[in-house]
Structure formats: C-alpha cells, structure tokens
C-alpha cells in the first residue's frame, strides 16, 4: 500500500475536523478524496504530508509513520494545491532550479529532468518566460513539473484543476494517467466529479467522517443512480438532511417579485 490510513483523528480544541477515518490506496492507483469545502479534506493531507501531527490513530505514507517519520514522506512525495505556489517573478527555468535546488538534485539529475519537464509541460521554447506571462494551463503543468523533478513514489493534488479551461483540464488529466500507469500513486481532491469518475477509486468524507469508498462504479450501481456526481449530492443530502435545490421563493429577490 501507497497510504494506510487507520481510525485517523484530528482534533482543535474539541471539534474533531477528522473524526476516525481509514482508507487504504495500493501503489499506482488513482485515488479521489471527495467531500463539501469544509469536510476534512485539507487537513487529511496535511497529516498525510507530514505537516501536521494527528491527535490519534495511525497512518504510513510509502511506509513512513506520519507521527515519526514526517520529513522522509516530505522527501518522497509531490504536492500540488490549487494555489498557484510557484514564483510569479521567476522564470520557467528558475523556478524549477528551486525546486531542484530544494530536494538536493546534482546538476546532472536537474538537466535531464528539467528537459522532461518542460516537454510534458508544453513549455519548449517558453523556458526564459517570466511565469507570470504564462496562461493557466502551463502554470498549471509547470507546477506539476515542479512537483515531480525529484521524482516522488506518490503526488498528492488538492484541487488542482480549479478555474482551468477544460482543454488545459484534459491535458492534464492524460499526464496524471500517463503518470499512473509509470507506478506513481496519485492522490486527487476535486469538485469535478467527471474528473473523479475516472479515479480508480473513491472515498467520500463529510463533517470529518468517511461515509462512502469504492470504485466510482460500485457507488454508482450501490446508490441506483446515474452518475457519481447523483452520488455525491445524495451522501450530502443523507448526511446534511437537507435537500439541496433551490426553491422559487428563494430567488423572488433576484426578479424583483419580493
């Protein structure tokens, strides 16, 4: 297994914001990590990462204890939030210097993974380009390079497809299988649920608890419904008791009709 995560426990004060989660992801499997803004979702991945310490439970990332171990996973994994985080005022080439500069790469390792990079990314020729000139797409690829010049065993991306046009979406989305498919274990929270379709597998999280894993398949035919994103509304619905629609009075305000 890539991530082993059993009866996992974060808590501030006395709000649990994960309340007791376990899920299993093996090695070079696409795993989606769904759930509402305000579900568990970031700080899961923050344990995960070795950023934060849990209250109790356990957890290994590629075999390292996230209680003990929590700068050898920082070593041997990628990251990538929706924030763009690289730096606006360096160039493509320099940003990825830092980053090879930041996980000890000789000069040798950098060159030749820095002309893989830039190929994946769509960057040929655009290398001394400020990144702040670049569309969304490429800075999208471009972090993603980032993320992987060290070559990490498991990529961990939180939303990172946010406000990107869907032709940058799809190119992305083939690198991540390309990647899959090479051995690296993926680990994806998103709000495209045609994204979190083609994942492996799925665990759904709400109100710091897993309510739902399985193949987006098995959820699909389980709850009788048509797609996963009919799934995800309908866990909402059951865990929020709350029917999620929008009545006619509640937008009187916006025809004038109050």
């Known amino acids: ?16 914001a994960v309340n007791n989660i376990s899920f299993h992801v093996p090695k070079g499997k696409i795993f989606g990590f769904l759930g ?4 568990g979702k970031s700080t899961t991945i923050r344990m995960l990462c070795g950023v934060l310490t849990p209250s109790s439970g356990s957890a290994k990332v590629l075999g390292y204890d996230v209680f003990k ?46 002309k893989g990079i830039i190929k994946m990314a769509g960057l040929v020729g655009r290398e001394k380009t400020m990144t702040k000139n670049l569309s969304g797409g490429w800075k ?38 390309s990647l899959a498919n090479r051995g690296i274990t993926v680990l994806v929270t998103t709000h495209y649920m045609d994204e979190a379709a083609s994942c492996d597998m799925v665990s759904f999280i709400f ?24 799934v995800f509304i309908k866990y909402v619905e059951i865990e929020s008791n709350e029917k999620i629609e929008s009545s006619f009075e509640d937008i009187k305000f916006a025809l004038g009709e109050e």
């Open 1 to 16: 297994m890539a991530i082993e995560v059993n009866n996992l426990t974060k808590k501030f004060g006395d709000f649990a």
């Open 36 to 39: 509402p803004n305000g579900s």
């Open 69 to 114: 171990e929590g700068e050898k996973i920082k070593q041997n994994i990628g990251y990538m939030s929706q924030k763009f985080s690289l730096y606006e005022e360096l160039t493509v080439n320099e940003n990825l210097d830092f980053y090879a500069g930041i996980y000890g790469l000789s000069k040798k390792e950098r060159d030749e993974r820095k």
């Open 140 to 177: 999208q690829r471009l972090a993603l390079g980032c993320a992987l010049i060290h070559k990490p065993k498991l990529l961990v991306l939180d939303e990172p497809t946010a406000g990107v046009d869907p032709v940058s979406r799809r190119v992305f989305w083939q690198i991540i299988y």
């Open 207 to 230: 109100n710091g608890k897993i309510i739902a894993s399985g193949t987006p398949k098995e959820l699909i035919e389980k709850e009788g419904v048509n797609n996963l994103e009919d």
